[in-house]
Each structure stands twice: as structure tokens, then as C-alpha cells.
């Protein structure tokens, strides 16, 4: 896995696409963005706490510094890193 480290900017809004039910977690930067695969189910928020974790985790952020911002039942999803 490749670390997202460099965008670890307080401030900064995160654009990334999420597909639930994969078969492992990453996180993959592509020419489109990032994208994110978990491998839990996308109800009651599971998939967004799964993300979410998984992203702090590459960020090097404690993940109560990232707040979902935008698609909160949508694929893509907006996500801000509170200082």
C-alpha cells in the first residue's frame, strides 16, 4: 500500500470511491482518484466507519480528525481532515 501521508493537510478535502463487500481493505490511488475497497456490507454506516478507519490509518491521522463531508449513501465519497 502506498501512504497518503502527503495529503495529510489540516483542511484538506478528500475526494475518494468506495466498493463494499471486496475482498480484502486497501486503498488504491488511481489516475481518477483514489479508491477505496472494504470488505464490509454498506448498511447502518458499517462501510463509512470502515473507510473511515482505513483512511486515517494510510493518512497517519487518528480518525477523529476525518469527517464524512459529502455521500454518506452515496459510492463517492468526500471526506475533510479537521486540524
Same mark, same amino acid.
Given at each position: 500500500?502506498? !501512504?497518503?501521508?502527503?495529503?495529510? $493537510?489540516?483542511?484538506?478535502?478528500?475526494?475518494? *470511491?468506495?466498493?463494499?463487500?471486496? !475482498?480484502?481493505?486497501?486503498?488504491?490511488?488511481?489516475?481518477?482518484?483514489? *479508491?477505496?475497497?472494504?470488505?464490509?456490507?454498506?448498511?447502518?454506516?458499517?462501510?463509512?466507519?470502515?473507510? $473511515?478507519? @482505513? #483512511?486515517?490509518?494510510? @493518512?497517519?491521522?487518528?480518525?477523529?480528525? @476525518?469527517? #464524512?463531508?459529502?455521500? $454518506?449513501? !452515496? *459510492?463517492?465519497?468526500?471526506?475533510?481532515?479537521?486540524?
Amino acid at each position: 500500500m502506498t !501512504s497518503l501521508a502527503h495529503l495529510a $493537510q489540516p483542511g484538506a478535502e478528500i475526494a475518494i *470511491r468506495v466498493t463494499p463487500k471486496a !475482498s480484502r481493505n486497501r486503498i488504491t490511488e488511481a489516475e481518477d482518484g483514489l *479508491r477505496a475497497y472494504v470488505t464490509v456490507v454498506p448498511e447502518d454506516g458499517k462501510a463509512n466507519a470502515a473507510v $473511515q478507519k @482505513l #483512511l486515517a490509518k494510510e @493518512l497517519g491521522v487518528a480518525k477523529s480528525r @476525518l469527517t #464524512l463531508i459529502r455521500g $454518506q449513501t !452515496s *459510492r463517492d465519497k468526500v471526506f475533510r481532515i479537521d486540524p
